[in-house]
T-cell receptor, first 112, second 114 residues
Framework: TQLLEQSPQFLSIQEGENLTVYCNSS?????LQWYRQEPGEGPVLLVT?????EVKKLKRLTFQFGDARKDSSLHITAAQPGDTGLYLC????????????FGTGTRLTIIP | NAGVTQTPKFQVLKTGQSMTLQCAQD?????MYWYRQDPGMGLRLIYY???????DKGEVPNGYNVSRLNKREFSLRLESAAPSQTSVYFC?????????????FGDGTRLSIL
């Protein structure tokens, strides 16, 4: 069973600060997705990273896929209250696997 | 834009009762999934259907059954509810299974078993 551990589990910071959350595994993934989930709603896809070492930017959010494709990070610059939510990473092992493995989640709170 | 629709949104059951959670998608997606979400455990896959006419077990299938009624609809049934099945249940769909495809989620069914 492939496991994805996210850290930290909870993070509460002031508006305007920078932060990084991590998604780690001992398994190799062919691709990795990041989702954000707001209270009372389902997760929504933010980005997919495919190539080892890949960096993708989405406004103030920067996503990186590790060189060995076993880990990923999400960096938020100048956090805003609208960034509050549960961030989930999800890996696709490829090789004909039809399923995603979801991480344990990081619950982020941005204090105005 | 409906996307993925789940019913009901909330449900309270007594131990031993049965119920079916309904899910429908209007995006002509081939693959559909049922997850449960518990605090600190992310999303765990219960069952999935890679294409119409097929279903397979996920990580935590015990106590559940599914039916892929047609391409649009994928239902989850609890035959004899147990308190351990108290959770938030999410249905999702994707155009094709895995392979970098985004999954589109419904807003969940909050289920409490007393």
């Amino acid at each position: 069973t492939q496991l994805l551990e996210q850290s930290p589990q909870f993070l509460s910071i002031q508006e305007g600060e920078n932060l990084t959350v991590y998604c780690n595994s001992s398994s190799v993934f062919s691709s990795l997705q990041w989702y954000r989930q707001e209270p009372g709603e389902g997760p929504v896809l933010l980005v997919t990273v495919v190539t080892g070492g890949e960096v993708k930017k989405l406004k103030r959010l920067t996503f990186q896929f590790g060189d060995a494709r076993k880990d990923s990070s999400l960096h938020i610059t100048a956090a805003q209250p609208g960034d509050t939510g549960l961030y989930l990473c999800a890996g696709d092992s490829g090789f004909g696997n039809e399923k995603l493995t979801f991480g344990t989640g990081t619950r982020l709170t941005i204090i105005p | 834009n409906a996307g993925v629709t789940q019913t009901p949104k909330f449900q309270v059951l007594k131990t031993g009762q049965s119920m079916t959670l309904q899910c429908a998608q209007d995006m002509n997606h081939n693959s559909m999934y049922w997850y449960r979400q518990d605090p600190g455990m992310g999303l765990r896959l219960i069952y999935y259907s890679a294409s119409e006419g097929t279903t397979d077990k996920g990580e935590v299938p015990n106590g559940y059954n599914v039916s892929r009624l047609n391409k649009r609809e994928f239902s989850l049934r609890l035959e004899s509810a147990a308190p351990s099945q108290t959770s938030v249940y999410f249905c999702a769909s994707s155009e094709i299974p895995g392979s970098n495809q985004p999954q589109h989620f419904g807003d969940g069914t909050r289920l409490s078993i007393l």
